[in-house]
């Protein structure tokens, strides 16, 4: 399947500060990608979707603000977490979609970045 | 109403029997459906996709689809204790939409 990677896989910050990941797809060119975060126990909460030279469309609930997407090329998409508190700290976990041809397309997972936030 | 439904488990199993994981959708326009394997701590990893009603085998896994019921399943044969994840069913109703993901089953297979 297709690669996508993230960076980094961890990090701890203080409080008020910012905090950037970043999610590539290695072997393919990516038009959308996708942000969710993941606390324990729970299931995959998608936070927004990401498209090549356009702005993020953010699920409800979902700060803008706080959670600055930047899609600047067809195999980078990062996700900064302004201003970081506490409640923050989870799991952050990109997507990429992969065209398979007409009509047909699947997601594949970045292998997640563990947010801590002291 | 949640748009796509799985019990959460634990499912527990012994090893080398079939698991079954099921997995209901309310839309019944949705046209694919995927299942996600995801080890504690780790990313979902895609396992299998399916597109029409019936069964898609690969290896160990089978996909069951039954649109008319709006459900699809997942059967895991000869069950061993490292297929131990949690398991996201996965639907998207059209082209060009997102995927809506199930709230996942926790496996657990006994040696």
């Known amino acids: 399947g297709a690669v996508v990677s993230q960076h980094p896989s961890w990090v701890i910050c203080k409080s008020g500060t910012s905090v950037k990941i970043e999610c590539r797809s290695l072997?393919?060119?990516?038009?959308?990608m996708f942000w969710y975060r993941q606390f324990p126990k729970q299931s995959l909460m998608l936070m927004a979707t990401?498209?090549?030279?356009?702005?993020?469309?953010?699920e409800q609930g979902v700060e803008k603000d706080k959670f600055l997407i930047n899609h600047a090329s067809l195999t980078l998409s990062t996700l900064t977490v302004t201003s970081a508190h506490p409640e923050d700290s989870s799991f952050y976990i990109c997507?990429?979609?992969?065209?398979?041809?007409?009509?047909?397309?699947?997601?594949?997972f970045g292998p997640g970045t563990r947010l801590t936030v002291t | 109403q949640k748009e796509v439904e799985q019990n959460s488990g634990p499912l527990s199993v012994p090893e080398g029997a079939i698991a079954s994981l099921n997995c209901t959708y309310s839309?019944?326009?949705?046209?694919?459906f995927f299942w996600y394997r995801q080890y504690s701590g780790k990313s979902p990893e895609l396992i299998m996709f399916?597109?029409?009603?019936g069964d898609k085998e690969d290896g160990r896994f089978t996909a069951q689809l039954n649109k008319a019921s709006q459900y699809v399943s997942l059967l895991i044969r000869d069950s061993q204790p490292s297929d131990s994840a949690t398991y996201l069913c996965?639907?998207?109703?059209?082209?060009?939409?997102?995927?809506?993901f199930g709230p996942g089953t926790r496996l657990s297979v006994l040696p």
């Open positions: 997507s990429a979609r992969v065209e398979l041809g007409q009509f047909s397309y699947e997601q594949y």
């Open positions: 072997d393919f060119q990516a038009t959308t």
């Open positions: 990401s498209n090549e030279g356009s702005k993020a469309t953010y």
């Open positions: 839309d019944r326009g949705s046209q694919s």
């Open positions: 399916i597109y029409s009603n």
């Open positions: 996965a639907v998207r109703q059209a082209y060009g939409q997102n995927f809506v």
